[in-house]
């Protein structure tokens, strides 16, 4: 039998679960999940947030070979669509105001804390084991397409365990350590590159179940944490907050450059070369990343070398090899850690190819020192705010059915913090809402509270081109222009 793969403990809030005590309530859950018809292959979708009850759970599927299906908390109408999408056995949700939401789907269940999972749980221990198979699949990482609509990147056991050496060896992840999940466990970064790295090396887990930079900063000290990953906005709230953090060995910021302003605010936050940049999409992993000891000119304007395992080009429009003197294309990546395919998706942009290659659709630059710094996507349909990717189109079919919304143009605004933030531009001819109005509105339409726009931007009509269709280019220019809210 395969033996199952846990932190040493576990620290949620006043919580403290022991490897023992852990491995119990994962062999009872995963007895009561048998009885509910999830076993080996099985798709279950899981929203709720990062807490102890999800590392239960992501650990009894795994037990039953099942297949995890993560997403941010409170992702509503996407738990919907992708429970579709993937045909799920079960979905896994914490708050529900309104059952109906799931249409059909009544193969739910409500988890909010232990108590809940006890609810659920077998009387009895399961005795399955993971499937000694490496392609098996055992996570679906989903993000948004450019219309809104999710995509899930089919991962195998090899991929996502390849993935996770890569971080445990580079970084030297061991048991000695203890992870600070302080992201969404519905993302990469909180589940691959947090809860899965630490039951992976064995390490002490802390759990941090609403992101604040303050409770994050008691966290790290209280608990002695050394390694945490986090998005780059989060690192930009640490370093705002001003409060000097000891302790980390390494702070791992997914996303965007840090630039120097942000590096020189963090090793003064956090001591000298802990943050650093690295670059893990959820369709291939941690590709690119600063090795410990880089310098700060290095970490400041680079997103690193290539990861070991990992081969990297960069290639043209036409997606042919540049030649190793080029200084910008896009990425192409090649390694084991790289997802087999998309789930149920008109994949027309062929992303995945038969030779192993992933297109990352990202533009990559190459600086003088052999590192690479990439600088956004390739085909700009997306807003990319906090790491977490923004489809305009969604948001613009919710917000031109609102009873005072005339029409409605999403667009991106750079931001120090997020990178870029998502301007909602609208014409309002019967006066305008409130923005409480709206939030409340996107709400009852199921748009996760992770697409709302940071700004409402109100005028009088939207500029249009000689074709009279809407000039998405002026309207651009107006977000950026907008610095107030």
Not at 132 to 157: F, K, M, Y
Not at 458 to 463: A, I, K
Request: with cysteine; net charge negative; hydrophobic share 40%.
């Amino acid at each position: 039998m395969t033996e199952l793969a846990l932190p040493s403990e576990i620290l949620d809030g006043d919580l403290v679960v022991g490897r023992e005590q852990l491995a119990g309530d994962v062999a009872r859950l995963a007895s009561g999940l048998a009885d509910r018809g999830v076993g080996a292959g099985a798709a279950v979708v899981v929203s709720i947030p990062t807490s102890y009850e999800f590392v239960v759970l992501d650990r009894a599927l795994d037990q039953l070979g099942a297949v995890m299906v993560n997403l941010p908390a409170g992702s509503r109408r996407e738990v919907g669509q992708v429970a579709r999408m993937v045909d799920s056995t079960l979905i896994v949700v914490g708050e529900v105001d309104d059952p109906h939401l799931f249409g059909d789907l009544d193969r739910w269940v409500s988890v909010r804390a232990a108590s809940d999972l006890a609810a659920i749980s077998g009387t009895g221990v399961s005795s399955a084991a993971a499937p000694v198979s490496e392609d098996e699949v055992t996570w679906l990482a989903c993000g948004n397409g450019s219309t809104g609509t999710p995509r899930a990147a089919v991962h195998t056991r090899r991929s996502l365990a390849s993935a996770l050496r890569v971080l445990q060896e580079i970084y030297q992840v061991g048991s000695d350590d203890t992870v600070l999940v302080a992201a969404d466990v519905g993302t990469e970064i909180g589940f691959r590159d947090g809860v899965r790295l630490a039951c992976r090396s064995g390490a002490r887990l802390v759990l941090q179940r609403v992101f604040d930079p303050g409770v994050a900063a008691d966290l790290i000290e209280r608990h002695r944490c050394t390694i945490a990953a986090v998005p780059t906005a989060y690192l930009y709230d640490m370093v705002a907050a001003g409060r000097k953090v000891r302790g980390l060995r390494q702070l791992l910021c997914e996303g965007r450059l840090l630039g120097e302003e942000l590096t020189n605010g963090a090793d003064d936050i956090f001591g000298s070369g802990v943050a650093t940049p690295y670059f893990a999409p959820l369709e291939c992993g941690p590709c690119l990343g600063c090795p410990p000891g880089a310098s700060a000119d290095q970490r400041a304007h680079s997103h690193g070398v290539a990861m070991p395992g990992y081969s990297l080009e960069i290639v043209d429009a036409d997606e042919q090899p540049l030649p190793p003197a080029a200084l910008e294309g896009e990425l192409v990546v090649r390694a084991p850690g790289v997802a087999l395919r998309y789930l149920m998706r008109n994949d027309t942009e062929q992303q995945f190819h038969s030779d192993g290659r992933f297109m990352t659709r990202e533009r990559v630059r190459r600086l003088p020192d052999g590192s690479l710094a990439v600088s956004g996507m390739r085909d700009k349909n997306l807003i990319v705010r906090d790491g977490y990717a923004v489809a305009p189109r969604e948001l613009e079919d919710a917000l031109s059915v609102h009873p005072k919304v005339g029409r409605a143009v999403v667009s991106g605004r750079a931001d120090r913090r997020s990178g870029e933030a998502v301007v909602a531009v609208l014409t309002a001819p019967e006066g305008q809402p409130e923005r409480g109005e709206i939030e409340r509105w996107l709400a009852e339409c199921g748009i996760s509270r992770l697409k709302w726009p940071d700004r409402l931007l109100f005028v009088e009509q939207l500029p249009v081109g000689e074709d009279g269709k809407i000039d998405r280019a002026a309207v651009s220019e107006l977000a950026g222009q907008d610095a107030s809210g």
